[in-house]
């Protein structure tokens, strides 16, 4: 059992940066890979990040790609998740989840993974 907790999200000038965490306890949070989705309103949740157990592995959606940067501290049970130039169709509520192993067809799906935070809202007016 995982449970994830992201504190953060807020409001954020379109080019500016934010960066998310996601804290985990239970058992083992190091044997799971973990994804950050998101969820804007109206449309279905989506990945935007996911790596794999060690951080050796990361995969990024094409709307992530070269602005987001996804990390995680094992030491801290800590998942981050680094947004810079952010634009207004980054708005959504962005969740952690944990999964267990990296494949990269199985990570895309939000059905895949097993564990969820509650979520965090970014806005980025227009």
């Known amino acids: 059992q995982v449970q994830l907790v992201e504190p953060g999200g807020g409001l954020v000038q379109a080019g500016g940066s934010l960066r998310l965490s996601c804290a985990a306890s239970?058992?083992?949070?190091?044997?799971?890979?973990m994804g950050w989705l998101r969820q804007a309103p109206g449309k279905e949740r989506e990945l935007v990040a996911a790596i794999s157990w060690s951080g050796s592995n990361t995969y990024y959606t094409d709307s992530a790609k070269g602005r987001f940067t996804i990390s995680r501290d094992n030491a801290k049970n800590t998942v981050y998740l680094q947004m810079n130039s952010l634009k207004p169709e980054d708005t959504a509520v962005y969740l952690c989840?944990?999964?267990?192993?990296?494949?990269?067809?199985?990570?895309?799906?939000?059905?895949?993974?097993?564990?969820w935070g509650r979520g965090a809202q970014v806005t980025v007016p227009p």
């Open positions: 239970g058992r083992s949070f190091s044997s799971y890979a």
């Open positions: 989840a944990a999964r267990r192993g990296f494949d990269i067809p199985a990570v895309k799906l939000s059905a895949n993974y097993d564990y």
